[in-house]
């Protein structure tokens, strides 16, 4: 780490030993406060908050959970935030957006009072489907049935992939697969 400090005072100080310490010490003090500051700070963003998520749960009278990871309760946070307000299709849609890393679309079926969820972009069930569920049985109109529908890899699809490619695809790459 250079000597910031140093650099500020005059030139005389910089052949001494003494306030070379000195100036390292106190650089040293500065920058572990610089990352506490900045912990602090991240601490009111949902994003990038860590031992806060439990206060920001406790808020928005969400059930404690420290066994998740910290993604997954962030975006119960994040869901909680967005789902305020009057219920329509593009609020549901950014809720669960929240939950996943992809796109979705909702699609509402009126005459069976119901309302289809449908994963666009992410292959197979999304390990966190279950706190998804919560969020929107708790934020729908209580007459409405959601339906959940998610894209998996067929075999016609699979058709498209040369054998060679098999031997480095990764079960990431078969998952997100287009």
């Known amino acids: ?14 052949t001494s030993t003494v306030m070379a310490n000195i100036t390292n010490a106190e650089n040293q003090e500065l920058q572990l406060f610089k990352d506490k500051l900045n912990n602090t700070l991240n601490q009111f963003f949902v994003d990038l ?3 806060s ?3 920001w749960e406790k808020d928005l009278g969400i059930p404690i959970n420290n066994t998740k990871p910290d993604e997954y309760r962030r975006s119960v946070i994040k869901s909680k935030l967005r789902g305020q307000g009057t219920i329509t ?7 669960a ?3 996943i890393n992809g796109a979705i679309e909702v699609t509402e079926d009126n ?4 309302f289809v969820v449908r994963f666009v972009d992410v292959n197979g069930i999304p390990p966190n489907l279950d706190d998804l569920k919560a969020a929107i049985e708790e934020i729908k109109p209580a007459h409405l049935q959601s339906l959940y529908r998610f894209k998996y890899l ?5 058709e498209k992939i040369r054998i060679a490619d098999l031997d480095t695809m ?5 998952e997100n697969y287009q």
């Open 1 to 14: 780490m250079s000597n910031e400090l140093l650099n500020h005072l005059p030139k005389y100080y910089r």
């Open 49 to 51: 908050a860590d031992t």
């Open 53 to 55: 998520l439990d206060r």
């Open 89 to 95: 299709v593009e609020l549901m849609k950014n809720v």
């Open 97 to 99: 957006e929240s939950y």
């Open 111 to 114: 005459p069976n009072y119901s």
């Open 154 to 158: 067929v075999i016609s699809e699979m």
């Open 170 to 174: 990764t079960l990431n790459d078969f």
